[in-house]
């Protein structure tokens, strides 16, 4: 439920839940919209998680309720005249948030710099310096507190949309009150669902604009799935004479099931099946060190030779296709869409990008010009250019700065693409 995917409209993807409450002939509800997040258990950042990421879109809390990928797009535009406020919008818009606004606008042909600062556990956005009245203005991306909270109030907004109100307000349930009140599924009664776009499609979603948020999500999805009650899942629905079938009622878990993973996280539940698949594939222990889905953390390390692996075991998998689809294409899209352009790799080399401070990585397939399909892993680790930095800061050096690290990994990945001889 995201405006990217919904060409940019907030509300499109909670239209057909809401268009189901109007066919069930809801038109008023008398009391609380509550938002139940309680589905995933654990905090809402991926361990190892460092706080100076969390303000940003790539550091999104995550939510068994998310929406808009947990996060608001900021708008900042010169006022009228010099001297006064600029203008700040979110979208979508909310009272979730509130929003300080120290800016001003400054007369033509003077410098933009606006600063961003929304502190860790608020829902207060700073936006403070200058933009010039020429300006056509500044976006950014911010990173939200309790993202169910704004799921329930951007649904609640969009049921007054449609006619139906709410009397009373929004509130969030977490895993946590949900321990001491667990929910009785029997006493509830389904007014609507939306299934989500195929896993296909949500994995493309994820690599190739390399979205933190949908692969930590993804984890906690699996370690969910691993529990005792996730049987549910393959419950089967009653089949109709005219051959339809009705789905099945809430389920429970069996009498007496046994959770071996009662007390765990859903991100630690999902790391241990990850670490499973990985041995499962060939990948030597050691190899991999994981702690959350994403690989935002600094502690998640693993080996160029364990990344080779897994890449040929995908190649070879029933989902090959699939996988090698979902990887950005070198020129054409994704994270390398304005990399590699007008060289043997455009089009061809098909990888995922990854970056932290001074660590550029590139993984993924290319076709040589002999024809062989490679795997390759390049992972530039604590690398930094001390030559360029210097370059860079000091425009009237005279000279072109040297290459980037991006740059050094493309050449490699050009290489391949163009090599004419034959591996062993």
Known sequence: MAARLNGGDYFKGLDPLITQLVNAGVRRIEGDLVGDESFFAGPPFGSGWEWDDLQ???????????????????????????????????????????????????????????????PVGENIIYVSGRLPIDSSGYYSSVAVHNPAALFAGLFKDALAQRGIAVTGRTRVIDWKYREVTPLDLTKLIELGSVESMPLGDIVRETLKPSQNLYAQLLLLQVGERARPGA?????????????????????????????????????????????????????????????????????????????????????????????KNALPVAGVDG??????????????????????????????????AAG??????????????????????????????????????????????GFTGRSR
Not at 231 to 248: L, R
Not at 345 to 352: F, L, P, T
Not at 386 to 409: C, M, N, Q, T, Y
Request: glycine residues 8%.
């Open 56 to 118: 940003a879109y790539y550091g999104a809390e995550v939510s068994a309720l998310t929406i808009d990928d947990n996060a608001l797009d900021l708008f900042v535009k010169p006022a009228d005249r010099a001297g006064i406020p600029c203008r700040i919008t979110t979208g979508p818009p909310t009272t979730l948030v509130t929003l300080i606004n120290r800016t001003q606008t400054s007369p033509k042909g003077a410098e933009s710099r606006i600063v961003v600062y929304r």
């Open 231 to 323: 049987w549910f899942g393959s419950m089967p629905g009653t089949v109709a004479a005219d051959g339809s079938v009705k789905p099945a009622a809430f389920p429970q878990p069996p009498p007496n099931a046994f959770d071996a993973h009662a007390g765990q996280t859903s991100e630690e539940v999902g790391v241990e099946v990850l670490n499973d698949f990985l041995a499962q594939i060939g990948v030597k222990k050691g190899h991999v060190l994981l702690e959350e889905g994403s690989g935002l953390s600094r502690r998640d390390v693993i080996t160029p030779e364990a990344t080779v692996a897994l890449l040929s075991y995908m190649s070879r998998s029933r989902w090959a296709e699939v996988y």
């Open 335 to 368: 994270t390398l869409q304005n990399r590699m352009k007008g060289t043997a790799a455009a089009g061809n080399v098909r990888a995922k990008t990854g970056s932290l401070r001074y660590v550029y990585t590139l993984s993924g397939y290319v076709i040589t």
């Open 372 to 417: 062989e399909h490679l795997a390759f892993s390049i992972m530039l680790n604590n690398y930094y250019s001390a030559e360029r930095s210097a370059a860079l800061r000091d425009s009237s050096a005279g000279r072109p700065a040297p290459p980037a690290p991006r740059d050094d990994l493309d050449a490699i990945a050009i290489m391949l693409a």
